[in-house]
């Protein structure tokens, strides 16, 4: 199995800035597609940012793209979101994902489906007011 645990939620003012850490552990099968993904109370889950650790490609939502970086950190177990000019819409729980095992050996990912994501954090709170 793989763990993911989030930190560095919290609550910020709009336009102000806030960085999230998920931590990985557990069994490396190879696959080193990861998400970030955030949903709002009474709203669906959403894809806002992806990485492939092996070809560093990205992906971002258009809601956050110019705001927000999905990056790995210097310790290959550890994954970064930095959120950038935040307003009151981005308030969510943000949750941290690694690519589903049998998703990942196809080699296509949907980092906006939740679906082709097979592990998950517990999620942290951003709150923008």
């Known amino acids: 199995h793989v763990q993911l645990v989030e930190s560095g939620g919290g609550l910020v003012q709009p336009g102000g800035s806030l960085r999230l850490s998920c931590t990985v552990s557990?069994?490396?099968?190879?696959?080193?597609?990861m998400g970030w993904f955030r949903q709002a109370p009474g709203k669906g889950r959403e894809g806002i940012a992806g990485?492939?650790?092996?070809?560093?490609?990205?992906y971002y939502a258009d809601s956050v793209k110019g705001r927000f970086t999905i990056s790995q950190g210097n310790a290959k177990n550890t994954l970064y979101l930095q959120m950038t000019r935040l307003t009151l819409e981005d308030t969510a729980m943000y949750y941290c994902?690694?690519?589903?095992?049998?998703?990942?050996?196809?080699?296509?990912?949907?980092?906006?489906?939740?679906?082709?994501?097979?592990?998950w954090g517990q999620g942290t709170q951003v709150t923008v007011s």
């Open positions: 557990g069994h490396d099968d190879g696959c080193g597609v």
């Open positions: 990485i492939s650790t092996g070809s560093g490609s990205t």
């Open positions: 994902a690694r690519a589903a095992t049998w998703r990942c050996a196809t080699g296509r990912v949907d980092y906006g489906r939740s679906a082709d994501f097979g592990y």
